[in-house]
C-alpha cells in the first residue's frame, strides 16, 4: 500500500497536514509535485516565482528525503499526471492541502471525484490559511467586503490550531534514504533541471540569489531572527523602506515553507513572554498579526470574487475609462527611469531583489495607476512576473486597493504623493540612495509628469466614474 501527498503551495514538512495524515497510516510514501502550466484558467507563474520553485523543491527533497519520502516532479495537467503517479505508484490513498483559486479548484474537485471513483482514498486538509475563505462571513452570510470588521470577527473566533511537528521517518518503510530510492525507482521523476525554471542566458536571478534563502529551513530562521530582534521596532519602524525590521516572511508563505500557524503561534508566544518583561512587544505581536490578517483578507475577498487579477472588484470601475496605454511611460516605470526618486528606488528594489518594501509597493502602484493613468492590470502583471512573493490573492488585491477599483473603504480620492511620502519615510534619503545613486547628478532623469497635474487629471477621471454610477448599487456594506 502506498500513499501519495501531492504538493502545490506547501513546500514544507512541518505543520504539513497532508503529509503527517499519510504518514500516520504506517504505509509507504511517496511525494509529487506537478508543474502545471496547462490546466484552464492556472495562472503560469512569473519569472521569479519560478526561480523560487526551483531552489525551494531542491530544499524540499533533502527534507523529504530526510524521513525516507521520494519527491517525484512531472510537468503536465494535474488532472492526467496525479492519476498517472497514483496508477504507477500502486497507490491506494492520495492525500494534499488545500488551495483556493478558482481554477485550482475546479481542478481539485474533479481529481477527487475521479480518483475516489478508481476506488483510492482522497484526503484534503487546510494548512495555507488561518481561516477558510466561507468560515467568516458576515451577520447578513456575505462576504466581507473591508478589513476592519473582517479581522475584528476573525480576531473573535477560537485560536488557530497549534502546529504540527514534522513527520519522523517511518521504521523500514519510508526510514532510510534507501528506501526513497528504491520508490523513486519505481516512479519516475523528470530532472527538475530540465524544467528550466532558472534564467540562463541572460541570468538576472544573481540579485534573488543574494537577497534570499528559499526553503524551510530559511523561513523557519527568518521567523526567529525577526522575533527576536525586529519585532520590537516593528510599529515605529516598518512603514521605512531603508529599515530592516519587517519578516521578509512573504515568499515563505506564498510557497507554504512556513504555515501562518507556525507565525501566528511562534508570535504569540514571544508577546506572552513579553507580557512578563519585555515592553513594547506585546502591542507590536499585535501589529505584526495583523498584516498577516491582510493576508488572510486577501484570500477571502479573491475566494468570493475570482478573477481578480482581471476583473474590477467594484464593477462600477468598469466605466473607468483608461485613456490609450503610453508603452514608453510604462517601460520607464518598470525600469525606474521615471524621474521620481521613491518610485524609481522602488522599481529598481524589485528588478534586482525580486521585493519591494510594502510602503513602496503602495507608492509605486499609485504612481503607475493614478499619475500615469495605466490601467492597474499592467501593473499587476509586471509585479506577478518580477516578485519572489508572486501571490495569486494578495497581487491583485492590494493592486486594485491602491488604484481604487478594490475592497476598501475609501477608494477613489487616495493619491499617494510620492515626494511627501519619501519625505516622511525615507527622509534622508537612505533607501532612494542606496537604489537610485545617479540621484541628484545630471544622469538622473527628469520627470516623466508634472504630479501636481496628473493628479488633478486622475481626480476628474475618477469623478467622471462617480458621476456615471451614482445611481448603480454600491458594494454591500460588511
Ligand atoms: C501593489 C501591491 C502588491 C502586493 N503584492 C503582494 C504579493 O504578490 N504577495 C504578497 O505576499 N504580498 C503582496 N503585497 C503585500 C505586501 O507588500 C507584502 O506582503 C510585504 O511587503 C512582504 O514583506 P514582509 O514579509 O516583510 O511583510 P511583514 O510586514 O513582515 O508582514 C508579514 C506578512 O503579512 C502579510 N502581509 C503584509 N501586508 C500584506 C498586504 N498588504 N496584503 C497581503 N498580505 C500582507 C505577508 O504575508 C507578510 O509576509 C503587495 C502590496 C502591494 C501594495
Known amino acids: 500500500m502506498t500513499a501519495v501527498v501531492w504538493f502545490r503551495d506547501d513546500l514544507r514538512v512541518g505543520d504539513n497536514p497532508a503529509l503527517t495524515a499519510a504518514m500516520a497510516r504506517g504505509t509507504r510514501v511517496l511525494a509529487v509535485y506537478v508543474l502545471d502550466e496547462v490546466s484552464p484558467g492556472v495562472r503560469p507563474l512569473g519569472g521569479a516565482a519560478r526561480w523560487w520553485l526551483h531552489q525551494s523543491l531542491q530544499s524540499l527533497r533533502a527534507s523529504l528525503e530526510r524521513i525516507g519520502v521520494p519527491l517525484v516532479l512531472r510537468r503536465g495537467a494535474a488532472e492526467a499526471v496525479l492519476p498517472a503517479v497514483a496508477t504507477e505508484a500502486a497507490a491506494d490513498a492520495v492525500f494534499w492541502n488545500r488551495r483556493y483559486g478558482r481554477a485550482e479548484r475546479t481542478v481539485d474537485a474533479a481529481l477527487k471525484l475521479g480518483l475516489r471513483a478508481a476506488g483510492l482514498h482522497v484526503q484534503s486538509h487546510a494548512a495555507s490559511l488561518l481561516y477558510e475563505p466561507w468560515t467568516l462571513m458576515t451577520g447578513a452570510g456575505q462576504p466581507y467586503s473591508v478589513f476592519t470588521p473582517f479581522w475584528r470577527r476573525a480576531s473573535s473566533m477560537p485560536e488557530p490550531r497549534r502546529p504540527l511537528p514534522a513527520p519522523e521517518a517511518l521504521a523500514g518503510l519510508n526510514g532510510s534514504p534507501q528506501s526513497a530510492a528504491v520508490q523513486s525507482a519505481t516512479v519516475q521523476s523528470e530532472p527538475l533541471e530540465s524544467w528550466g525554471l532558472q534564467p ?9 540569489r543574494a537577497a534570499w ?3 524551510e529551513q530559511g ?8 522575533l527576536d530582534e525586529k519585532l520590537s521596532l516593528y510599529p515605529e519602524q516598518r512603514d521605512e523602506p531603508a529599515e530592516d525590521v519587517t519578516s521578509r516572511l512573504s515568499p515563505a508563505l506564498r510557497w507554504g515553507e512556513i504555515s501562518p500557524h507556525m507565525v501566528w503561534h511562534e508570535t504569540m508566544r514571544v508577546r506572552a513572554a513579553a507580557a512578563s518583561g519585555r515592553i513594547g512587544s506585546e502591542g ?14 486577501a484570500a477571502h475577498v479573491s475566494f468570493h470574487a475570482p478573477d481578480l487579477h482581471r476583473v474590477n472588484w467594484r464593477r462600477e470601475f468598469d466605466a473607468f475609462e483608461w485613456p490609450p496605454l503610453d508603452q514608453g511611460a510604462l517601460t520607464a516605470w518598470q525600469r525606474g527611469q521615471t524621474g521620481v526618486p521613491l ?9 534586482a531583489t525580486g521585493t519591494m518594501h510594502n510602503r513602496v509597493r503602495m507608492v509605486v502602484a499609485s504612481y503607475l495607476s493614478k499619475n500615469l493613468l495605466i490601467d492597474w492590470r499592467h501593473g499587476e502583471e509586471w509585479f506577478w512576473q518580477t516578485l519572489v512573493d508572486a501571490d495569486a490573492a494578495s497581487n491583485p488585491f492590494n493592486w486594485q486597493w491602491v488604484a481604487g477599483s478594490g475592497a476598501d473603504a475609501a477608494p477613489y480620492f487616495r493619491i499617494f504623493n510620492p515626494v511627501l511620502q519619501q519625505q516622511k519615510f525615507d527622509p534622508h534619503g537612505s533607501y532612494v540612495r542606496r537604489h537610485v545613486p545617479e540621484w541628484g547628478t545630471p544622469e538622473y532623469p527628469e520627470p516623466l509628469v508634472d504630479l501636481g497635474e496628473s493628479r488633478r487629471a486622475a481626480l476628474a477621471a475618477y469623478d467622471r466614474v462617480k458621476r456615471a454610477t451614482r445611481s448603480a448599487p454600491a458594494p454591500a456594506p460588511a
Not at 518610485?343 to 528588478?351: N, Y
Open 219 to 226: 523561513a523557519l530562521d527568518l521567523l526567529a531572527e525577526f
Open 284 to 297: 507590536a505581536a499585535s501589529a505584526f498579526l495583523r498584516q498577516l490578517g491582510w493576508r488572510e483578507f
Open 343 to 351: 518610485v524609481d528606488a522602488g522599481m529598481r528594489e524589485l528588478w
Open 200 to 208: 540562463s542566458a541572460p541570468d538576472w536571478a544573481g540579485g534573488l
Open 213 to 215: 534563502r528559499p526553503g
